[in-house]
């Protein structure tokens, strides 16, 4: 089985107005979208934005009569503790592939907003990674954890600044998800778009000598231009870390395939 992309957002996504054609105009392989579950969002009003799990099945039954990929359902589960309950229902009720866990927000700014361009960058730093301690340890039923350095995007952090202020609660985080089996995302736009390729030439290593062994690699397209963005690069800097497999994920179990 070839590796295909595992972060892909469409319409169903409040930010994205991409069509499923658009991507599957790119690819023969199994095909995944995994939208936005994002509660109490600050980039919308601080709405409970939740994929219409009706509309989206019906419309990859609708694209299986007329495409030879094989069609999986995925979700990016936006990580807020106050609405875990909620999180939890909307889970429980819908069946899903793959669930990417994320820390987008802190209840009142998305980490991607200019807020965090004007506060200390290590206190930003400490706060985020004490944020995503406390939510893996929590959140049961992620498969992924998704772009670990969401919330340093906007600020420039080097990889010794990031090492220094947050080694112990990163190698933490790490041992949380091998735990769970929950494997670790290469995010390619937050490597090549938001300049974090570093960061996660820092860390691989961290997660290798705990013991985790599975990977994903996601585009995190909102376009369709986006769709396996710099994959090849990815793979040759996994390959650097004598990484050869990725982990796909279907019904939740991932499968090793060799790239
Ligand atoms: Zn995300
Ligand atoms: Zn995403």
Same mark, same amino acid.
């Given at each position: 089985?070839?590796?295909?992309?595992?972060?892909?957002?469409?319409?169903?996504?409040?930010?994205?107005?991409?069509?499923?054609?658009?991507?599957?105009?790119?690819?023969?392989?199994?095909?995944?979208?995994?939208?936005?579950?994002?509660?109490?969002?600050?980039?919308?009003?601080?709405?409970?934005?939740?994929?219409?799990?009706?509309?989206? &099945?019906?419309?990859?039954?609708?694209?299986?009569?007329?495409?030879?990929?094989?069609?999986?359902?995925?979700?990016?589960?936006?990580y807020y503790e106050p609405k875990?309950?909620?999180?939890?229902?909307?889970?429980?009720?819908?069946?899903?592939?793959?669930?990417?866990?994320?820390?987008?927000?802190?209840?009142?700014?998305?980490?991607?907003?200019?807020?965090?361009?004007?506060?200390?960058?290590?206190?930003?730093?400490?706060?985020?990674?004490?944020?995503?301690?406390?939510?893996?340890?929590?959140?049961?039923?992620?498969?992924?954890?998704?772009?670990?350095?969401?919330?340093?995007?906007?600020?420039?952090?080097?990889?010794?600044?990031?090492?220094?202020?947050?080694?112990?609660?990163?190698?933490?985080?790490?041992?949380?998800?091998?735990?769970?089996?929950?494997?670790?995302?290469?995010?390619?736009?937050?490597?090549?778009?938001?300049?974090?390729?570093?960061?996660?030439?820092?860390?691989?290593?961290?997660?290798?000598?705990?013991?985790?062994?599975?990977?994903?690699?996601?585009?995190?397209?909102?376009?369709?231009?986006?769709?396996?963005?710099?994959?090849?690069?990815?793979?040759?800097?996994?390959?650097?870390?004598?990484?050869?497999?990725?982990?796909?994920?279907?019904?939740?179990?991932?499968?090793? &395939?060799?790239?």
């Amino acid at each position: 089985m070839p590796y295909y992309d595992q972060h892909v957002h469409t319409y169903f996504s409040f930010d994205s107005d991409a069509q499923f054609e658009a991507y599957l105009a790119q690819t023969d392989h199994p095909f995944v979208t995994t939208e936005h579950l994002e509660m109490f969002n600050p980039d919308d009003a601080h709405h409970d934005n939740k994929p219409d799990y009706r509309a989206y &099945v019906q419309k990859l039954d609708a694209l299986h009569q007329k495409y030879p990929n094989q069609f999986l359902r995925g979700i990016e589960v936006g990580y807020y503790e106050p609405k875990l309950n909620d999180i939890y229902a909307y889970l429980d009720a819908n069946r899903y592939d793959l669930v990417l866990l994320s820390f987008h927000h802190n209840g009142e700014y998305d980490f991607q907003d200019d807020h965090f361009k004007t506060v200390d960058k290590k206190a930003l730093v400490q706060d985020y990674y004490a944020r995503m301690l406390a939510g893996v340890r929590r959140f049961d039923g992620a498969d992924v954890l998704a772009h670990f350095e969401y919330g340093l995007r906007v600020v420039d952090v080097t990889p010794s600044e990031l090492a220094a202020w947050a080694r112990p609660m990163i190698q933490g985080i790490f041992s949380e998800i091998i735990a769970k089996q929950m494997a670790l995302e290469l995010n390619t736009k937050s490597m090549y778009l938001w300049h974090d390729v570093t960061l996660y030439d820092l860390v691989i290593p961290w997660y290798q000598a705990l013991g985790g062994k599975l990977f994903t690699l996601g585009s995190d397209a909102h376009v369709p231009d986006a769709f396996e963005m710099e994959f090849a690069q990815a793979k040759a800097l996994l390959h650097r870390h004598h990484i050869e497999q990725l982990a796909v994920y279907q019904d939740h179990q991932p499968t090793l &395939v060799t790239f």
